[in-house]
């Protein structure tokens, strides 16, 4: 048991400094949830993407009051009318509720694949802004999201966010 201790106090005296080195990194956080939902970019895309979806939007607005007009009207009125007009205006109303459904799941999947670039390029804009952030700052390492918990003397999800809004307001 004696011939152990040297050899515990002999390893002992190589961790310590190889672990006191490691523990002088500046590490960084950041709250990308955080830089995703309030960075400029990401509303400037939610407003491109609204914009981009509008006309087809209104399109299928009209397409629905159009349908609620001919139901209106079948419901008011069916009682009155011909058995061939009435099949004829039920026949109407089922090919545009097909042609709505239709169009809504058409513009729901361009609007998930538009909004997957959009969100895509603000993400890419994001990474490389911290990455300068942290390269410009000495920072050894910058970690996200998946932190139980982190001290805000290493949060700096502030400061990117500030970096964020600069380049936005230039233009980058």
């Keep these: 048991m004696r011939k152990t201790w040297p050899i515990i106090i002999f390893i ?16 960084g956080y950041v709250d990308m949830n955080a830089l995703i939902n309030q960075s400029p970019q990401i509303l400037a895309a939610n407003q491109t993407l609204t914009t981009e ?6 399109r299928i ?13 079948i419901s008011k ?3 009155f009318m011909t058995p061939d007009k009435l099949l004829e205006l039920q026949e109407r109303a089922r090919i545009l509720d097909r042609q709505v459904r239709r ?13 997957s670039q959009l969100v895509d390029d603000v ?6 802004v911290v990455a300068e952030y942290a390269e410009a ?10 932190i139980l918990y982190a001290n805000k003397k ?14 936005y307001s230039s233009g980058e």
């Design 12 to 27: 002992f005296g190589w961790i310590l400094p190889i672990s006191s080195s490691c523990a002088e990194g500046k590490i």
């Design 137 to 146: 700052n000495g920072y050894d390492a910058i970690l996200i999201n998946a």
């Design 103 to 115: 169009a809504k799941e058409d513009m729901k999947d361009a609007i998930t694949i538009r909004n």
């Design 123 to 128: 993400q890419n804009k994001i990474k490389m």
């Design 154 to 167: 290493i949060d700096i999800t502030d400061e990117i966010l500030q970096k964020l809004r600069a380049d």
């Design 77 to 79: 009125e069916g009682n």
């Design 61 to 73: 607005s009209e397409q629905e009051a159009d349908l609620q007009l001919l139901e209106s009207t």
């Design 53 to 58: 979806f509008e006309e087809q939007n209104n």
